[in-house]
């Protein structure tokens, strides 16, 4: 996990963003990376992270393949490439029903994937945004034509929402732009066992790997179609 601060009242992300950055520019990607869209709408109190520099400043972009298309870089590009999630959120931290039926939708994969909480049953697709349907065919097409088919052995999820909390940030799981692979032997915080060749075909994908965190954020399961969030 990257370093936290506690914010005071009323904080200015632009003062932050010069304090740690030295870039007052950085404040709105700042804010993005700890999903805040209003910085006035911050709690005294509420804890954020000051990611690496790196995390924030807009990656150059992925050459658009065949089926894929550029992975959205920061909150508001997300929010725009795969729908306002807030406006689904309710009062209590929970998501409107209607969220999934219209955002989420199964992506079918070129072969099956053993489950990871039940290794007898075998995945033959993925809930994910419906816009990623085409992105998971293409990454799974390429892991099998290099021969990396073996290197995944079990499917840990994809589109997930967890009720949220005051304050805290939504999962990239929420808007079903993440999944996780073989999470017994990747866990949070851990080193991890992801094979390399299996990294570089998410990446050439526009997946940016949990892995590549550091610290307690480190999150080598990981996968997500989005940076600097
Ligand atoms: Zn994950």
Redo the contacts with the bound molecule.
């Keep these: 996990m990257a370093k936290q601060i506690a914010l005071t009242a009323r904080p200015s992300f632009a003062r932050i963003a010069e304090e740690h950055y030295g870039d007052r520019k950085l404040a709105a990607a700042l804010a993005g990376y700890n999903g805040i869209r209003d910085a006035k709408a911050v709690v005294k109190g509420q804890l954020i992270e000051l990611p690496p520099k790196r995390e924030l400043v807009a990656p150059k972009r992925v050459a658009a393949t065949r089926a894929a298309f550029a992975p959205p870089n920061g909150l508001q590009e997300i929010l725009a490439t795969f729908g306002d999630i807030y406006k689904f959120l309710k009062a209590d931290g929970t998501i409107d029903p209607k969220w999934e039926l219209q955002q989420i939708a199964s992506a079918p994969l070129p072969y099956p994937i053993p489950l990871a909480w039940d290794r007898t049953k075998l995945a033959k697709s993925m809930r994910v945004h419906r816009k990623l349907v085409p992105v998971i065919n293409e990454v799974f097409t390429k892991l099998d034509a290099a021969g990396l088919r073996s290197k995944v052995r079990t499917y840990g999820g994809g589109y997930s929402f967890r009720a949220k909390r005051t304050s805290s940030k939504l999962s990239t799981?929420c808007w079903g732009i993440?999944i996780?692979l073989d999470p017994t032997t990747n866990a949070l915080g851990s080193v991890g066992d992801m094979d390399p060749g299996v990294v570089e075909v998410f990446r050439s994908c526009g997946f940016k790997w949990?892995g590549d965190w550091t610290g307690r954020g480190k999150?080598p399961?990981?996968f997500q179609f989005c940076t600097g969030y």
């Design positions: 799981h993440a996780d949990g999150d399961m990981h």
